[in-house]
Structure formats: C-alpha cells, structure tokens
C-alpha cells in the first residue's frame, strides 16, 4: 500500500462507514501526492461514492480519518472547501439560472468578488468551453454542458485538489472526449481523484489506479501494473470476482501478488 505522508494532497487513513449492519466501505487507506490524477476504480455498489463524500466533509466516518492538502476532514472543513473542488454524480444545478449566472452566485457566495470574480469566470468559462451556451437556462442545456457547468463551478475558486464522481457517466462519445481531455490538462496543476467503474476512463487519463470492491481496497499501483500480462478487464475481474474475505490484503503495484 502506498505510504502516508503529511504532504500528501488527500490521504484516507482506516475509513470506515456503516449504515446499521451493512459495511458501505472498511479500513480504506491511500495518499495522494501532489500533481497526480488518480482513477477511483470499482463496480457499482462497490463504496466509491460512499469514501467522495466522506473526503469531501458530506458523509461522516464511522471509523478513521482523512485529510484534505493536510487539512483534517472533521477539524477544518472551512480550509478545505477552500482548497477542495468537488463534482459529484447527478450534482445539483439551478436549472433556472444561466451558467452565468449561476457562477456569479456561487462565486460571490465563496466571498469571490468584483474584477476578480470576472476574471475566475472568464477562466472557468474557456476552459470548459461554455461560450455558447453561457446565457442559457441550465435547465434547457444537454447532459454534457450540465457537466461543464458543474466542472466550471468547482473549479471557480482555484482549487488545489480536485474529486470527481462518475464525471463522465451519461454522456456521448464526443463530450466523453472532451471531458476526458480536460481531466488530463486540470492534472497538470491539480490533484484529482476521479471515481469510475468504465475500464477507458483509466486507460485515457489516469497515472495511478484504487481498485475498491465489496467495500474494501484491493489495488493501488499504475494501469500497467493493474493490467499485468493479460488486459484491465481481465484484472478486474479476477480482483472483483474472487472473494476477498479470504485474504484481506491489499495487491501493490509491481508486488509479487500482482
């Protein structure tokens, strides 16, 4: 498993959550460092969203603690809406504002203001490329722009660590694309973590793979090393097919057990 460090940019220590008797996700442990994309991998169900939102402050733990650019989840959670972006699955847009609109407010909201804020906006609008469609009601624009929106919005305040759930789930061919084209370029400055269950998306954008199945970690290394001699899907299979009950070890990267 990768080694902790206080310098990590998001750092999960023995996560654990449960909801009655059912274990959403247990003893989850990674670091981040600066500057890597990092695809969250896992089948639906797996616990992937349920670790999102407990890194981004929405869901408490029931167990362990976590810490975004070194900022603690319970602790700081002002400091780390700071330095935190989040875009989760479905988000809530107000389908009744322009994405400009829309933006202003929530700029102003994060106490972003005046040539400033114009500025943030003009940023976010070029770099999802919502020229066209920037005064139009959310409400009224396709799933891809929604998604663009919803990127622009977390990326107003300039974050430092970005964390994304299924981004590119319902949409095209075309605006997956893009989408995907716009995580690679957002890693060169940040640190994201995405979460997916589609096989492409870490292919297309990731330098490190988190394997998470029934709850549990089981792999963390790079793409090639997931792969190994075969493909990603046949891995994946192996790692979520098998009952991890029976040994509850994480499989590294370049481990003898890969």
Not at 97 to 106: A, I
Not at 142 to 168: C, F, K, N, W
Not at 212 to 225: A, M, S, V, Y
């Amino acid at each position: 498993m990768a080694n902790l460090s206080s310098e990590s940019m998001i750092e999960a220590r023995s996560l654990s959550k449960y909801f009655g008797s059912f274990v959403a996700i247990e003893d989850i442990s990674f670091s981040i460092p600066k500057g890597q994309i990092v695809a969250f991998l896992g089948p639906n169900g797996a616990g992937k969203s349920t670790t999102m939102r407990i890194l981004t402050g929405f869901l408490a733990a029931s167990k362990g603690s976590a810490q975004i650019a070194g900022f603690d989840i319970n602790k700081d959670r002002l400091k780390i809406a700071q330095q935190l972006g989040y875009l989760p699955e479905n988000g809530p847009l107000y389908d009744n504002m322009t994405p400009l609109e829309m933006l202003r407010f929530l700029g102003e909201a994060r106490g972003i203001t005046g040539k400033n804020l114009q500025s943030r906006i003009d940023q976010v609008n070029d770099t999802c490329a919502l020229q066209l469609v920037l005064e139009k009601p959310i409400g009224k624009l396709s799933r891809g722009y929604r998604q663009r929106v919803g990127l622009a919005q977390a990326l107003l305040h300039e974050p430092e660590v970005l964390i994304m759930d299924e981004p590119t789930a319902g949409l095209d061919p075309n605006q997956i694309k893009d989408f995907r084209s716009n995580i690679k370029q957002l890693g060169q400055s940040k640190t994201v973590l995405l979460s997916t269950h589609i096989l492409q998306e870490v292919e297309a954008v990731a330098e490190r793979v988190l394997l998470i199945h029934n709850g549990r970690l089981c792999f963390d290394g790079t793409p090639t090393e997931l792969r190994g001699s075969g493909t990603l899907e046949e891995s994946f299979y192996n790692l979520t097919e098998n009952n991890l009950n029976k040994s509850d070890k994480v499989v590294e990267g370049g481990s003898d057990e890969n």
